[in-house]
C-alpha cells in the first residue's frame, strides 16, 4: 500500500512541474497586502541569537529577521549592500589599489529600532566585541586578518588589512548597537546574546523566546519604507524534521525549511503547498593518498598502498554511478557534478567522471590489480580491501556508502563501512580524529558550499595544511601535496577582481579532478516548502537561510 | 519510623556523589565535545578554539573541573550550559513544569485505564474481554512511541485538517498567535502525546495488574472470605485489590522519575518543551553543565521517590517493617 502511495504521489509530481513556473510568475505581478502573522518552524530551537557564537543554521534564519550587516548574499552568490551604502571594489575606489585598504561607506539615516542612530562606531564596536577574549566567538579569522579598524567619520568605516585579504566582504555580517552596551566588550552572559531587542532589521524582538515560540514584530523603524508587509513572524520549535513537514500539512504552521529531500514527491503532491529545492551541500567521497597504518601513518611522502596510486582512484571514480545516485536520493532534481564549487559567486562548472565499471575494471588490471578466486583484486599479496568512513544517523549519507560499497566490490574491490559522529571524524587530534591522524581510507562526507571559497579550499588542498601532530591545523585529510594546486590557490588569494579568482579557482577545479582525490559525488538540495498564500518568498539561496528576503514576503489571504 | 527516615536520608549523601562521579567520568568518556563539531569547520582557527577551550574551562585536568562543579552546585549554582550561555537551573526551571504536567497527566490516564481493565481481565480470566486486553496489551506495547505518535500526527492532524474535520494540533503547548493560550487550546494540545504516551505504559500496566490480580485471587483468605459470605464486589476492591496493588507500586515506582525526566521520543516528536527534550539537545551538544545539572536533579528525585514508595508500602502492607 506504501508503494503505491508514492507511486500516485510521484506522477502528480510530474504534473506539477510543469504547472509551477506559471504560477510563481502570475504570483510576482499581485500588489503586496500588508498585516498578518506568517508562522515558520525553526529546526531545533535556537542555544543563543548571537551569530558570531555559534555556526547553526537556525541562528542565521532567525537573525535575518532583526539582525544586518554591512551585506548580504543574493541567490545568486553575489554580496549585496545591507547596512552599507555599497559595496567597497578598486573599481569604485573604496578599496586601496594594493588591496590592503577597504573604505565601507554607511547608508545614512538608519536608525535603531529604539530610536538611536546607527553609525561607524556600531561597526567599531562590533570589532572589539569580536575581538575581545572573554567572548566566546567561534571564528575570528576574517577580522585577525586586520590591522586596523577606524572611524573617519559617522558614516564611513576604514579597515586596513596585514595584507590583501580577498574575502574582504565577509567582514561584519551583523552589527551590534554600541550604546546598548556603553563600550563593554565582554557580552559573554549578556541578556542581548538571548534577547536582542534593539536592532535594525525588518522586525524586532519584543519578548524573548518561550519554550515552544519565538515571536518577531514588524519594526516601524525600518529603512525601507512600506516594509515589511506581515506584521508578525512565529517560529515554531519543532524538533523533528517528519513533524515539521506534517504541521505545514495540517495548517499548523506557513512554512518550513530544510526538510529531507526524499519528502519531496510528497510535497510537491500537497495543491496547497510551494516548494522550491535548491542545490546545497556537496556530497564527497576522499581517498586518503598517505599510508593509512604505521610508523609514517598520514604522512604524505609514504604512499597508501592502494589509493596512492592515481589509476586506482580514477578506477574508483569510474565504478560509481554519480548519476544513478542523484536520481535515486535527489528525486533525479540535481545534476552530479565534477566539481566542489557548484554555485555561488565563484561557481565552477565541471563534468562528472563517467560511469564506466569496465574501464574501471581495466585500469585496475593494468594497475596490476588482479582478481582473486573471491572476486576481491590483489596485488603482491595486498588484497584491495578498503574502509569507508562516514557520519552515522545521516540517511542520505549511509544510503550513498550503500551504493558505493556495491559498485566498489562490483569491480573487485572489497569495503567495509565504519561510521561515526562528525565530532569524532572531525574532531583534530583531541578526539583521535582518523582524518586528523591519517588512519583511514576513504571517506564520505557532506561540505557546504561557502560563500567565499578561499579559506574553505585553502584549509583542504594546501599543501602547506597536512595535519601533524606538530602542526594541528589545516584540514588536508586527503594529504595531496600539487605546487600547482598550490598556485592556483595563491592566485586566487593574491586579487580581489573576481573574474581573475573564478579563473584560477576553475584551474584549481580542473587539478583536484584529475588527482582524484576528491570525488564530488552530487548537491544535495535544500528543501523549503511554504503554503501558496505566502508571497514574495525568494528563490532557495545556497548561502543564505530561506529567510535572507522576509522584508518582501507577504500573506495573500 | 524518623529514624528511618533520616537514616535513608544520610544513605543517599555517598549515593549520590557516587551518581555525579560516574555521570562526570561517562561525559569525559564521551568521543567529541562541545568544541569538537567547530574543529571540522575551516574557518575556525586553532587559536579560536583555543580561546573557546579556555572559556568552557576545559584546559583544566578533569578532577580539578568536577571538584569547582561539585563545589558550585553545594552553593546551588549549577552553572551556565556551555550552548545557550544561561543558569542550568533557569533552563530546568523553565522545562520541568511542562514536562510534570504531561506525564503527570498521562500516569492518571494510564492509571484510570489500566487498573480496571487489568482487573477485569483478572477476574473475568479467560473471557472476551480478557482475550481482547491482552491483545490490546500486546500490540499496544509493541507499537514504539516514535511510529504511533507520527501516524496520530498524520491521522489526526493532517487526515482531520484535510477532511476538514476539527483536527487536533499536532505539537507545542499552545496554538501559535494570539488564539493560543486559552484552557481549552492548552488541553488540546495535550490530548495526542498524553494519548500516546498513556496507550504505551497502559498496555504494560494493564498486564502487570491482571498477572498480580490473578495471583491473589487464588489464595485461601479470598476463598474464606468469600465463604464467609463476603460480596464479590467488596471482596475484589477492599481485599484482593489491595494486595494485588503491592507490585504495581514498585512498577509505579520506578515510574515516577520519568514524571521529572520527561519522555525524550515523545517530546521531541510532539515538540513538547520538556526536560527530556533538554536532555537529548544538551547530549547532541556536548553541553557538560546541562547534562550533568539534569543527571543530578533527576538523581535526587529518584532517590526521594523511591524512600516515599517504601513508606506507602509500610501503609499498604502492615507486615512490612521500616527500620
Not at chain 1, 561597526?123 to 577606524?150: C, G, H, K, Q
Not at chain 1, 544510503?399 to 566490490?409: C, H, M, P, R, S
Not at chain 2, 512511541?145 to 483536527?167: C, M, Y
Request: net charge negative.
Amino acid at each position: 500500500m506504501r508503494i503505491a502511495r508514492r507511486m500516485a504521489v510521484t506522477t502528480t509530481l510530474a504534473v506539477l512541474l510543469v504547472a509551477a513556473p506559471a504560477h510563481a510568475q502570475s504570483g510576482a505581478s499581485l500588489q503586496p497586502r500588508t498585516g498578518g502573522t506568517l508562522r515558520m518552524t525553526s529546526l531545533p530551537e535556537p542555544t543563543t541569537l548571537n551569530p558570531y557564537f555559534s555556526s547553526d543554521i537556525t541562528i542565521r534564519m532567525l537573525g535575518n529577521l532583526n539582525l544586518e550587516g554591512l551585506t548580504h548574499v543574493a541567490p545568486d552568490g553575489s554580496f549585496v549592500p545591507a547596512l552599507a551604502a555599497e559595496i567597497p571594489t578598486q573599481t569604485n575606489g573604496d578599496v586601496s589599489p594594493d588591496g590592503t585598504v577597504v573604505n565601507w561607506k554607511l547608508k545614512p539615516d538608519v536608525v535603531w529600532s529604539d530610536g538611536e542612530p546607527f553609525t561607524s562606531q556600531d561597526v567599531l564596536f562590533t570589532y572589539e566585541l569580536i575581538m575581545d577574549p572573554a567572548n566566546p566567538v567561534l571564528d575570528r579569522s576574517d577580522y585577525r586578518a586586520m590591522e586596523s579598524v577606524v572611524a573617519p567619520d559617522n558614516t564611513t568605516v576604514v579597515v586596513t588589512y596585514k595584507q590583501l585579504y580577498a574575502p574582504y566582504r565577509l567582514a561584519f555580517p551583523r552589527i551590534f548597537p554600541a550604546h546598548v552596551f556603553n563600550a563593554r566588550t565582554n557580552i559573554a552572559d549578556d541578556p542581548f546574546n538571548q534577547f536582542p531587542n534593539v536592532t535594525t532589521g525588518p522586525f524586532v524582538l519584543t519578548s524573548p523566546a518561550t519554550a515552544d515560540s519565538i515571536t518577531y514584530q514588524r519594526n516601524p523603524r525600518y529603512r525601507e519604507p512600506g516594509k515589511p508587509y506581515v506584521d508578525e513572524v512565529v517560529f515554531k520549535f519543532t524538533p523533528s524534521r517528519d513533524v515539521a513537514m506534517q504541521t505545514l500539512q495540517a495548517g499548523e504552521v506557513d512554512a518550513t525549511y530544510s526538510l529531507d529531500p526524499s519528502y519531496l514527491p510528497q510535497l510537491e503532491s500537497l495543491p496547497d503547498v510551494r516548494v522550491q529545492p535548491a542545490p546545497a551541500s556537496v556530497l564527497q567521497l576522499f581517498m586518503n593518498e598517505s599510508c593509512p597504518s604505521g610508523p609514517q601513518q598520514g604522512d604524505p611522502s609514504c604512499s597508501h598502498p592502494i589509493l596512492g596510486d592515481l589509476r586506482v582512484r580514477q578506477a574508483i571514480d569510474m565504478a560509481i554511478d554519480k548519476r544513478a545516485l542523484a536520481q535515486g536520493l535527489m528525486q533525479g532534481r540535481v545534476e552530479p557534478t565534477g566539481s566542489l564549487l557548484p554555485a555561488g559567486l565563484f561557481k565552477v562548472d565541471r563534468p562528472a567522471g563517467d560511469f564506466n565499471p569496465d574501464g574501471a575494471r581495466q585500469l585496475l588490471d593494468q594497475a596490476g590489480w588482479i582478481v582473486g578466486p573471491d572476486g576481491t583484486r590483489a596485488r603482491d599479496g595486498v588484497r584491495a580491501h578498503v574502509s569507508i568512513m562516514s557520519v552515522i544517523g545521516n540517511r542520505l549519507v549511509e544510503q550513498t556508502v550503500q551504493v558505493i560499497e556495491g559498485e566498489l566490490q562490483d569491480v573487485g574491490i572489497e569495503t567495509e563501512g565504519k561510521g561515526s559522529t562528525l565530532s569524532v571524524l572531525g574532531g583534530g587530534f583531541a578526539t583521535n580524529s582518523p582524518f586528523y591522524l591519517g588512519n583511514f581510507d576513504m571517506a564520505v562526507f557532506m561540505r557546504s558550499v561557502p560563500v567565499d571559497p578561499q579559506v574553505y579550499l585553502y584549509t583542504q588542498f594546501g599543501s602547506s595544511q597536512v595535519p601533524t601532530p606538530q602542526i594541528q591545523t589545516g584540514q588536508n585529510w586527503v594529504r595531496v601535496q600539487d605546487p600547482r594546486l598550490d598556485q592556483a590557490l595563491a592566485a586566487a588569494a593574491g586579487t580581489l577582481d573576481d573574474n581573475q579568482r573564478r579563473a584560477a579557482y576553475a584551474s584549481f577545479s580542473e587539478l583536484i579532478q584529475a588527482d582524484e582525490a576528491v570525488i564530488p559525488l552530487y548537491p544535495t538540495l535544500q528543501v523549503d516548502a511554504r503554503k501558496t498564500y505566502v508571497e514574495g518568498w525568494g528563490p532557495t539561496n545556497i548561502n543564505e537561510p530561506v529567510t535572507w528576503n522576509i522584508q518582501d514576503w507577504w500573506l495573500n489571504q | 519510623m524518623q529514624r528511618y527516615i533520616l537514616t535513608r536520608l544520610v544513605q543517599a549523601v555517598p549515593l549520590l556523589l557516587l551518581i555525579t562521579v560516574i555521570v562526570f567520568s561517562l561525559t569525559l568518556l564521551l568521543p567529541g565535545g562541545p568544541l569538537a563539531e567547530f574543529a571540522s569547520e575551516p574557518s575556525v582557527s586553532p587559536a579560536d578554539l583555543q580561546q573557546l577551550r579556555q572559556y568552557y574551562g576545559l584546559d583544566e585536568p578533569a578532577p580539578v573541573r568536577y571538584l569547582q562543579w561539585l563545589g558550585a552546585i553545594l552553593h546551588g549554582d549549577f552553572g551556565n550550559s556551555s550552548a545557550s550561555h544561561q543558569p542550568v537551573s533557569t533552563l530546568i526551571a523553565e522545562r520541568l513544569p511542562n514536562t510534570l504536567l504531561l506525564q503527570g497527566i498521562a500516569l492518571i490516564v494510564t492509571l484510570a485505564l489500566a487498573v480496571p481493565l487489568g482487573l477485569l481481565a483478572a477476574v473475568r480470566q479467560h473471557s472476551w474481554v480478557d482475550y481482547v486486553a491482552t491483545l490490546l496489551s500486546s500490540v499496544g506495547h509493541a507499537i514504539p512511541t516514535f511510529w504511533s505518535g507520527l501516524l496520530a500526527i498524520i491521522f489526526f492532524s493532517v487526515q482531520f485538517h484535510a477532511w476538514g474535520l476539527p483536527a487536533l494540533p499536532a505539537t507545542g503547548m499552545v496554538t501559535l498567535g494570539s488564539s493560543g493560550g486559552s484552557l481549552p487550546d492548552r488541553m488540546a494540545h495535550l490530548v495526542l502525546p498524553v494519548a500516546v504516551l498513556a496507550l504505551f505504559n497502559a498496555s504494560q500496566y494493564t498486564r502487570f495488574v491482571r498477572t498480580s490480580m490473578l495471583d491473589v485471587l487464588g489464595q485461601d483468605y479470598l476463598r474464606t472470605a468469600r465463604a464467609k459470605g463476603l460480596a464479590e464486589r467488596a471482596l475484589i476492591v477492599r481485599h484482593a485489590l489491595r494486595t494485588a496493588a503491592l507490585p504495581v507500586v514498585t512498577l509505579l515506582a520506578l515510574e515516577i522519575p520519568t514524571l521529572f525526566s520527561g519522555a525524550v521520543v515523545v517530546e521531541t516528536i510532539f515538540a513538547w518543551p520538556g526536560m527530556g527534550r533538554l536532555f537529548l539537545d544538551s547530549a547532541v551538544r556536548f553541553d557538560y553543565p546541562v547534562l550533568l545539572g539534569l543527571v543530578t536533579i533527576v538523581s535526587v528525585l529518584v532517590i526521594f521517590t523511591a524512600l516515599v514508595c517504601d513508606l506507602v508500602y509500610a501503609w499498604l502492607d502492615p507486615r512490612i517493617l521500616l527500620r
